[in-house]
């Protein structure tokens, strides 16, 4: 009895496991590839400076920075925006 | 003996399935093949079906009180209630291992899950990681310690130790070990942005809500085990830097570091090998916090359990290290800062200090809980490191923590204007030296509880006017009444106001724990039946005791009545149970009042009057009590909950980033062709 219970799970479990090995050849084209890793890079960048830009504008809503820190910021983010 | 058996088989094979994991990820990556490294996922989802299978025999045993298993007949007994059975699961070394790898592989699972259509260049790596860790845990299970051994069995079980029999002590180890094990998940991605040189703040943003639910996981594990050693283990505090205590302390600590370190990445894009070393020594710790409470290497009062264990985490835990540090040292070049610090009034030079004051703390106390280790293996003598050494240190530390909690909302990201940092700075600044006024007047004279609770108000204060500030843009921006702009704001920026809230949370907990350290008050007593002392405004009148046998212990149970400031306080139960098998074990009392030495009748945040009984003499009907009055203690549990309510609105859903993160990914893909 045990045995078979034992059995019963260790064949689901290598089924489980080893099925998609059975299946068609794949290649994985994400692996490995620079290119499209810079590229996500690149636009996570893009929207971090975003993310910088709203935050620029909260700071200047709630006092924390002056006018003219403001002004000179938003330039600076909207320039490395455009730059992407 | 089925259960036994199919436990023991299924560890056994999830074992085998967990290296499978790692050799058909790694075959997957090299040979770019999805199938090979679909079947490394699908061993990883097999292996927590197996380990699943494995608990459930272990519960099963407690259940059908099997003793012929030496762990259930160690933790449990045949008078043990149903729960604390069921708790026994992870009362022992074995046990727990189990309960690591259990949840370690239910996290895969869920990462497996997550990640079907994203992440896919760093899961292979990720997956390559979590499952050798799990490979590890499975093999001390195997080899070290496993929970399924078998002994002539007892006609009873030992049980549960007496002080592990509280509801806290139940929830408190898996709690804990949700932010030991959680930590894991981050590690394994920052290991794969490390192997597949994506460095960016691509797996920072995939693995946050898993380092905040960590975190989160952690400190309220330490929380509950601090509540745990106040209301069961019977000394009139609730931390005493043991050794386990520390344990976890540590690595919250510097995930406390990480969680604010990785802001400044995400945000500014620097400290990128930082981020990688904070999270490298979280993990590793997380695991040296499970060696510490599991291996007994350090006497503690934690430490149940004493076995072989050390040579196999001494071993993981020098691969864990070393291994990602050198890795770490081969991609320095990808991990170079884009941008550097402007000015040092700027929330990153906040979060920078913060950073070095957390980890210099973690490092401290790191230190002063392996001396004894230490002085022992050079000297041949033990050396304890006293209460005070950790308190020199930890306490005005934690006051510059707290200091920079209150400063951190009134600063900018990038730099702050010196006449804007004037004007935010000038109510709280304002209220901070009131404060200090105020309450020296009231009576407040130790220097340390007298700078906590001031600098509370000024930290009080910049988070209320952050709240207000942002109300009011939003009203000036929306157009909505105030109750809408408050939850409108919260809702579109989770993380930013319920790190806020947290930080309240952690304001009441700062106020709880200085008032109960400085002002403690403690007396000791014998009274006859009927005498009474007095404590503070207190007096406690010895009422009545009770005597009862039951199968497992004898029982006395010791009433007393409290009455203060002329009127009923209500009454306090306390209990001596001797244990044939554990000796003498107390159960305290404790009577709560809102407001130290004042407005009665209205319960309970205040003070606690705590009282625990030492001893009781049939004969002259005497019993002996220790008294302590614990102001303000209550403070620490209540922003405990605080904490709680501001951490899950850090992690609730946010539509936004997920849209990000996707669209990255598009990007990506639409660049590729």
């Given amino acids: 009895m045990t045995a078979v219970i034992i059995l019963i799970i260790l064949v689901a479990a290598l089924s489980f496991t080893l099925a998609p090995l059975f299946r068609k050849a794949e290649v994985d084209t994400s692996l490995g590839d620079l290119k499209s890793s810079a590229s996500e890079e690149l636009f996570l960048k893009k929207e971090s400076l975003t993310e910088a830009l709203k935050e620029l504008e909260y700071d200047l809503s709630t006092g924390k920075i002056s006018e003219t820190d403001y002004r000179t910021l938003k330039e600076k983010y909207q320039k490395e925006i455009e730059a992407f | 003996m089925v259960m036994v058996q199919v436990g023991n088989y299924s560890l056994l094979m999830a074992t085998i399935l967990s290296t499978w994991a790692v050799v058909s990820s790694i075959l997957g990556i090299t040979s770019r093949s999805k199938n090979m490294i679909k079947s490394g996922e699908n061993a990883g989802i097999a292996s927590f079906a197996l380990i699943s299978i494995a608990s459930i025999a272990l519960v099963h045993g407690f259940l059908t009180d099997d003793f012929r298993i030496e762990y259930v007949a160690h933790y449990s ?98 709690t804990l070990y949700l932010g ?16 597949t040189k994506r460095t960016g703040e691509a797996w920072i943003i995939t693995t946050r809500r898993w380092s905040l639910f960590s975190w989160f996981f952690l400190g309220i594990g330490i929380l509950l085990g601090s509540y745990w050693a106040y209301i069961e283990l019977g000394w009139g505090g ?12 540590i690595p919250w600590l510097t995930g406390t570091a990480f969680l604010h370190s990785v802001m400044i990445q995400e945000k500014r894009r620097m400290l990128k090998v930082w981020n990688i070393l904070l999270i490298i020594f979280t993990f590793c710790l997380c695991i040296f916090g499970t060696f510490i409470t599991r291996s007994g290497i350090i006497s503690s009062v934690h430490a149940f359990a004493e076995s072989n264990i050390g040579i196999f985490f001494a071993i993981f835990l020098a691969i864990a290290f070393f291994v990602p540090l ?152 929306a157009g ?22 947290v930080h309240l949370g952690v304001v009441f ?41 039951y199968p497992e212990r004898y029982n006395i149970t010791l009433d007393l009545s409290v009455s203060g400031n002329g009127r009923d306080r209500g009454t306090i139960k306390t209990e001596l149970n001797d244990y044939p098998r554990f000796g003498v074990a107390t159960e305290v009392g404790i009577v709560r009042d809102l407001f130290p030495h004042s407005l009665p009748d209205l319960k309970s945040l205040g003070e606690d009057l705590y009282v625990i009984p030492m001893g009781f003499e049939p004969k002259t009907s005497t019993a002996s009590f220790k008294v302590f009055i614990n102001p303000l203690i209550n403070f620490l549990w209540l922003g405990g909950i605080i904490l709680v309510i501001g951490a899950h609105i850090t992690v609730l859903p946010d539509k936004e980033e997920r849209e990000i993160l996707k669209a990255a990914l598009l990007f990506a893909k639409k660049d590729m062709r």
């Fill in chain 2, 509 to 549: 907990m700062y106020i709880g724990m200085s008032g109960s350290a400085a002002y403690q008050v403690e007396k000791q007593g014998a009274l006859k039946l009927g005498e009474s002392m007095n404590i503070g405004i207190y007096n406690i009148r010895f009422d009545r005791f009770t005597e009862k046998e």
């Fill in chain 2, 326 to 477: 050198i890795l770490l040292l081969f991609r320095l070049r990808h991990l170079k800062g884009e941008q550097e610090l402007d000015s040092i009034l700027s929330k990153e030079s906040m979060f920078m200090f913060n950073n070095l004051i957390l980890v210099g703390i973690a490092c401290t106390v790191f230190i002063l809980t392996i001396f004894p280790l230490l002085a022992e293996f050079f000297t041949g003598n033990q050396a304890t490191v006293g209460v005070p050494v950790y308190n020199r240190v930890s306490v005005p530390w934690g006051l510059v923590l707290l200091l920079l909690t209150g400063l951190c909302p009134l600063i900018a990201w990038k730099r702050t204007s010196t006449s804007n940092l004037k004007r935010n700075f000038l109510l709280p600044a304002t209220l901070f030296v009131l404060s200090l006024i105020i309450f020296f007047i009231l009576g407040v004279r130790k220097v340390y509880p007298l700078i906590a609770f001031s600098l509370s108000v000024f930290v009080l204060s910049s988070i209320v006017m952050e709240f207000f500030k942002g109300i009011r843009a939003r009203q000036k921006s």
């Fill in chain 2, 77 to 174: 007994s045949i008078h043990q209630p149903l729960l604390y059975k069921l708790g026994a699961f992870w009362a022992g070394q074995a046990g727990s291992l189990l309960l690591w790898a259990w949840m370690l592989s239910l996290f895969s699972t869920v990462i497996v899950l997550q990640n079907r259509n994203k992440n896919r260049a760093l899961m292979p790596q990720a997956i390559s990681v979590i499952m050798t860790t799990q490979f590890f845990f499975l093999i001390l299970l195997i080899f070290a310690n496993n929970p399924f051994k078998l002994v002539p069995p007892p006609p009873n079980g030992v049980g549960l130790n007496p002080q592990l029999l509280n509801p806290y002590m139940l929830i408190h180890p898996p």
């Fill in chain 2, 480 to 501: 909505e009444n105030v109750f809408r702009s408050f939850f409108t704001m919260i809702v579109r920026n989770k993380r930013r106001y319920g790190g806020y809230i």
């Fill in chain 2, 238 to 249: 609730y931390w005493a830097w043991d050794p386990v205590e520390n344990a976890s302390l």
């Fill in chain 2, 180 to 195: 030991y094990v959680g930590f894991t998940i981050p590690f394994a991605f920052a290991i794969a942005a490390l192997i």
